[in-house]
Nanobody, 124 residues
Framework: QVQLAESGGGLVQFGGSLRLSCAAS????????NGWFRQAPGKEREGVAC????????YYADSAKGRFTISRDEANNKVYLQMNGLKPEDTAVYYC?????????????????WGQGTQVTVSS
């Protein structure tokens, strides 16, 4: 069965960096769109970054552009989110998602498989 396991969340100060990892089992990430989403308390889950399953092209939410980078390691069947210049507004539970049809939009409804989430908290 398909499982996604996120790791790398934690508490960081304003301007700090964090690298989130998502390990997939029972599913090959390559060939499908992969993404990172986040949900702050009382808010809707929103797409932060997605990567194409066809050519590796990426999409970033306006709030993430220039600070976050999504990447995929096909050999190890993992997807990463490098987050730099973190702000308090980035505080949320971050979810790894996959199974999106190739080149779909970076929205929650397009993804079939989800991890359990990892908490990211930015102080100040």
């Amino acid at each position: 069965q398909v499982q996604l396991a996120e790791s790398g969340g934690g508490l960081v100060q304003f301007g700090g960096s964090l690298r989130l990892s998502c390990a997939a089992s029972g599913f090959t990430l390559d060939g499908y769109d992969n993404g990172w989403f986040r949900q702050a308390p009382g808010k809707e889950r929103e797409g932060v970054a997605c990567i194409s399953g066809s050519d590796g092209s990426t999409y970033y939410a306006d709030s993430a552009k220039g600070r976050f980078t999504i990447s995929r390691d096909e050999a190890n069947n993992k997807v990463y989110l490098q987050m730099n210049g973190l702000k308090p507004e980035d505080t949320a539970v971050y979810y790894c998602a996959t199974g999106g049809s190739p080149d779909s939009s970076c929205t929650r409804g397009e993804y079939d498989y989800w991890g359990q989430g990892t908490q990211v908290t930015v102080s100040s």
